[in-house]
C-alpha cells in the first residue's frame, strides 16, 4: 500500500499515509524508533538532511520492512542525500527503482539530480523518458525534459513536453519555458504569445514583462520592448540591465539623443559598481569595451557583456565589429545561457541580410 501511495508525487500525502500506518505500531517491537521513522518521513520537511539520512538509514537496517514497504525510506533518504549535492542519492534512488521499476518519484528524482548535481543530461533523459511513458501526465518530469531538450537544441521536442504540460495545467511559468523554447528557435511571435498568455494568468509578473521586452527586441519590436523594459524600471529603478536596454531599444528605435539623456539621468540611481554599470559607463562614453568585459566576472556577466558590447558596435556604426564581438560567444559563453545565445544569433541574423 505505501508503495502505491509513494507511487506518484504527492510526497506530503505519502508521508500522512507513512505516519499514520507505522507509528501507530509500538516502538518497543522496533529496532527504528518512532522518532527515526517521523526523521525520515520528514513530514513538513522538519528536519535537517543529515538528519533524516540517520531516520531513514535506521529504517531501511531495522528489518522491520522489506521489498516495496522500502520504497518511502530509499527514496526519502535520497532526497536527503540530493540536498547535500551527495551521489549517495543514486544509489538510493537507484534501489527504489530496482524494487518498483515504474516508480515515478525515485525516476524523476534520479533524473534530476543526473542533470542539475552530476551535468549527465543524457541519463537525465534516460530518467524522465521511463517516467513519462508510465505516465504521460507526470508534469514535473515533462517539464524537466523540455528543459533539458531545450538546452540540447531540440527545440521541437521542448516545445512538445512544454505543450503536453499546459494540457494538465495552464502555468504561466510553463508558458514562460515554451516561450523560452519558441525564443529559441526563432520563432519569436508565438514565445509572445506565450509571455502574454502568462501575464493574463499572473498580471504584472515583472519576470514575464522581461522576457516579452527581450522577444519583442529580438523581433526589431524596439518601441514595445521599450515599453516593457519602461515597466521593468518603475518595479526596479536600479536595475542597470534594464535602463541599458530600454536605452537600447529606444536607440534602435531611432531616439538615440533621447535614450543616452534618459540613461544619464538614470545612472545615478543604478546600482553601482556592480555588474553591469561598467556597461552603462561604456555607452555613456565613460568607460572602454576592455573595462567592460573586464568588470563581467561570472559566466553569465560574461555572455551579458558581449551582448552590450556589441549593440555599442552596432549603433556606433561597426557592423564587423559588432558581428565579431556575437560570434565570440561561442568560445566564452556556456551554451546553457540560452537566452544570451539567442540575442546574438538574432543580431547576427540581421547583419547578414
Known amino acids: 500500500m505505501l508503495a502505491g501511495v509513494f507511487r506518484h508525487r504527492g510526497a506530503l500525502a505519502f508521508a500522512t499515509a507513512v505516519a499514520s500506518s507505522l507509528l501507530v505500531h509500538d516502538a518497543a517491537a522496533w529496532p527504528a524508533t518512532q522518532q527515526d521513522v517521523a526523521w525520515c ?17 535506521a529504517v531501511i537496517e531495522s528489518g522491520q520492512w522489506s521489498g ?48 542539475g548535481v552530476i551535468d549527465d543530461p543524457d541519463r537525465a533523459l534516460q530518467d524522465f523518458d521511463a517516467a513519462i511513458a508510465a505516465d504521460p501526465r507526470f508534469i514535473d518530469a515533462l517539464i524537466y525534459r523540455g528543459g533539458i531538450r531545450r538546452r540540447n537544441g531540440d527545440y521541437d521536442g521542448a516545445i512538445r513536453d512544454f505543450t503536453a504540460s499546459l494540457a494538465v495545467t495552464d502555468d504561466a511559468r510553463i508558458h514562460l519555458a515554451r516561450g523560452g523554447a519558441y525564443r529559441a528557435k526563432g520563432d519569436y511571435a508565438h514565445a509572445v504569445e506565450d509571455y502574454e ?49 530600454l536605452y537600447l531599444s529606444r536607440a534602435r528605435a ?19 559598481p556592480e555588474w553591469p554599470f561598467a556597461a552603462v559607463a561604456l555607452v555613456l562614453g565613460r568607460g572602454s569595451e576592455e573595462a567592460t568585459l573586464a568588470a563581467a566576472t561570472r559566466p553569465n556577466e560574461r555572455c551579458e557583456a558581449r551582448i552590450f558590447v556589441g549593440e555599442w558596435h552596432l549603433l556606433r556604426g561597426d557592423a564587423a565589429a559588432a558581428s565579431q564581438t556575437f560570434k565570440s560567444m561561442d568560445a566564452d559563453c556556456p551554451k546553457f545561457f540560452i537566452d544570451y545565445h539567442e540575442l546574438a544569433a538574432a543580431e547576427r541574423k540581421r547583419l547578414e541580410r
Open 41 to 57: 518521513v520528514n513530514t513538513g520537511n522538519a528536519y535537517p538532511p543529515d538528519m533524516r539520512i540517520a531516520g531513514c538509514t
Open 68 to 115: 516495496h514497504q522500502l520504497i518511502w525510506a530509499y527514496v526519502n533518504r535520497g532526497l536527503a542525500h540530493a540536498a547535500k549535492g551527495d551521489p549517495r542519492a543514486l544509489a538510493d534512488f537507484s534501489e527504489a527503482i530496482r524494487i518498483e521499476p515504474q516508480q515515478l518519484r525515485a525516476l524523476f528524482e534520479r533524473g534530476r539530480f543526473y542533470a
Open 197 to 245: 498568455e502568462a501575464l493574463t494568468l499572473v498580471p504584472g509578473r515583472i519576470a514575464l514583462v522581461e522576457a516579452r521586452a527581450e522577444a519583442n527586441f529580438s523581433m526589431a519590436r524596439y518601441e514595445a520592448a521599450a515599453a516593457d523594459f519602461s515597466r521593468v524600471l518603475d518595479f526596479d529603478a536600479g536595475s542597470g540591465a534594464a535602463a541599458l536596454w
Open 254 to 272: 531611432g531616439e538615440e539623443a533621447a535614450a543616452a539623456a534618459d540613461l544619464a539621468a538614470r545612472a545615478p540611481k543604478l546600482r553601482q
